[in-house]
């Protein structure tokens, strides 16, 4: 399996579907093996919008899963760099 590229908090844009055109921000990847192979599903914002009724809730609008294929990756994930140094050992000559 290919090492991914889009991860959660990366920002993409759908180039296919009914949401063409839009633009949001990754919250869930989700993979999932089928008989035929693995499929790649990811949630994003504002995006493939679903109703769902909840007893208590009543009718919410949540985000629905797309296609890995059918998005492309904007800007990435920004990593949260932590800043290690190494103490330098001093040479004594």
Not at 59 to 70: P, R, V
């Amino acid at each position: 399996m290919n090492k991914l590229k889009i991860k959660k908090g990366a920002t993409v844009q759908v180039i296919s579907g009914a949401d063409k055109g839009k633009k949001g921000t990754v919250l869930e990847v989700k993979s999932s093996t089928t008989g035929s192979g693995t499929s790649l599903r990811l949630k994003v914002q504002d995006v493939c919008m679903r109703t769902h009724f909840d007893k208590k809730e009543g009718l919410l609008k949540k985000e629905g899963f797309l296609d890995y294929s059918n998005v492309k990756l904007l800007a990435a994930a920004e990593k949260s760099k932590k800043s290690v140094k190494k103490a330098s050992k001093a040479k004594s000559t």
